[in-house]
């Protein structure tokens, strides 16, 4: 046990050497090329970001953030709310959140807190990465799954040796070292339309996301905080989030405040390109603990996607250690993008955060299911149609990717599970998504209203498609 009051000068981390400072340059200014085309796209706080220096303005949000975390210290853990995070652990990931800060050098077209809020979730990914191997265990023939692969992969942890225990073909794949993730820059563009993506440049990788698939997820995760509620369980002493489908239900005719939420997002996005309500109110102190625990792992759950695309689709792994069917449909390496996903989250939640993946994997549940629902909310905007544009060819439907978050959970945590205890986890992990189902339900028909009394989406609806990779 570590007794020694944690400081910010012990969070600078050494860069790996993998991307030369050539590198990273070249890939700096990509990145600001792509920010820079969407700053001209409403950016959403002109005067505020004119102002600043912004890798030091980042700095110091992140290094008051962790300041703060670190006066909580009782010897063992550090504290933040009811949330207990292991001393060495919380300064691994913190370390990782510098040197995010450190390669990427966040420029003049960066939020400072949007950038602060994706560093620490990619942080988090990289440091549950780190020092362990990544695994492909090919799925057992009776788990049932709606996709054409039949890999998962598994992190291994150091010195473990031999087979993973009902794995059947095993493909011992790669190896994680900080090395890895020396090129990798990530960042936020001012963008209201729904960007995540990964590119190459060089030995570079740039990921970056958008304003309006952050913002989009946020608020409907509020709406969804705001539909439930804590009640007692039977035992009378202790507390749980009631998400059952008929106390949603209840609480919403009771109180449509949710609705009314989910409903002035979407208008305010569709008509007047803002991804957020024109009035809202901060989370209520009931709201704040389900909030938290959803928007933490859905916009950890859109970085580890792209994640998973840039170590599956644009670093592919020798052929030798492959299977043989591993170069596949476009479809299917969004499948595969998901399962890193998935791993990624359910791991690094538990080893950083004592979170169990029944929960933060509800939160990459949510992520999922926000994507299609604005993706037909923009439908009902253009064409009057609900349908998922995105959901073509090359991208699976969400009732595809749960179905195959189930196989996933089923190989991983749920070997040893009968299937009355599956179903319940598979419960848990989609009860979010059937409460926002439930919200949007009633917020449906007020789009296409709007639609059909003749109002007109706003100019950015009308050019070009997303750059997407979700």
């Not at 060819?393 to 089923?410: E, K, M, N, W």
Request: proline share 6%.
């Amino acid at each position: 046990m570590d007794t020694a009051k944690p400081e910010p000068s012990q969070l600078r981390s050494a860069r790996a050497a993998n991307a030369s400072v050539s590198d990273l340059d070249a890939g700096r200014a990509a990145l600001r090329d792509i920010q820079s085309t969407d700053w001209g796209d409403e950016p959403l706080n002109w005067a505020l970001l004119e102002s600043l220096d912004i890798a030091e303005h980042s700095q110091q949000l992140l290094l008051e953030e962790w300041s703060q975390l670190a006066q909580t210290f009782d010897g063992e853990y550090l504290w933040d709310g009811p949330y207990k995070y292991p001393v060495d652990t919380e300064r691994a990931r913190w370390a990782g959140v510098m040197a995010i800060l450190d390669r990427v050098e966040p420029g003049p077209y960066e939020d400072p807190r949007y950038f602060a809020m994706v560093a620490k979730q990619a942080a988090a990914i990289e440091v549950s990465l780190i020092g362990r191997s990544l695994v492909l265990c090919e799925l057992p023939e009776n788990v049932p799954t709606s996709a054409a692969i039949r890999y998962v992969p598994m992190l291994q942890e150091p010195g473990t040796e031999g087979r993973l225990p009902g794995c059947g073909r095993q493909f011992d794949w790669r190896s994680f070292d900080d090395g890895d993730f020396s090129g990798l820059l990530v960042g936020t563009t001012h963008s209201a339309r729904l960007d995540a993506f990964s590119t190459t440049l060089g030995k570079t990788v740039l990921v970056p996301l958008s304003a309006g698939i952050l913002d989009t997820q946020y608020w409907a995760a509020k709406a969804v905080a705001g539909a439930v509620r804590t009640v007692k369980n039977d035992d009378g002493a202790s507390y749980r989030t009631a998400f059952e489908e008929d106390v949603v239900r209840a609480n919403l005719a009771e109180d449509a405040s949710p609705v009314e939420l989910l409903y002035e997002t979407f208008e305010s996005w569709l008509y007047r390109g803002r991804p957020f309500p024109e009035v809202s109110e901060a989370p209520s102190p009931e709201e704040t603990l389900p909030l938290s625990l959803m928007i933490q792992y859905a916009k950890r759950f859109l970085l580890a996607h792209e994640y998973g695309h840039i170590f599956m689709d644009l670093l592919r792994p020798s052929a030798a250690w492959s299977p043989s069917d591993w170069i596949v449909s476009r479809t299917t390496q969004e499948y595969r993008a998901d399962l890193l996903g998935f791993e990624a989250v359910g791991h690094s939640g538990a080893l950083l955060d004592h979170i169990p993946p029944n929960i933060s994997l509800g939160g990459a549940a949510l992520a999922l299911r926000v994507y299609e629902i604005c993706d037909e909310a923009r439908s009902i905007a253009l064409t009057g149609k609900v349908e998922s544009p995105s959901h073509t060819s090359t991208h699976p439907t969400f009732d595809q990717r749960l179905s195959q978050l189930h196989a996933y959970y089923r190989r991983r945590h749920g070997s040893h599970l009968d299937q009355e205890a599956l179903e319940l986890e598979f419960w848990r992990i989609g009860a979010q998504t059937t409460v926002l189902g439930t919200i949007w339900e009633q917020v449906r028909p007020r789009l296409l209203h709007d639609q059909g009394a003749g109002r007109v989406p706003h100019d950015m609806w009308l050019q070009a498609t997303d750059r997407n990779d979700m």
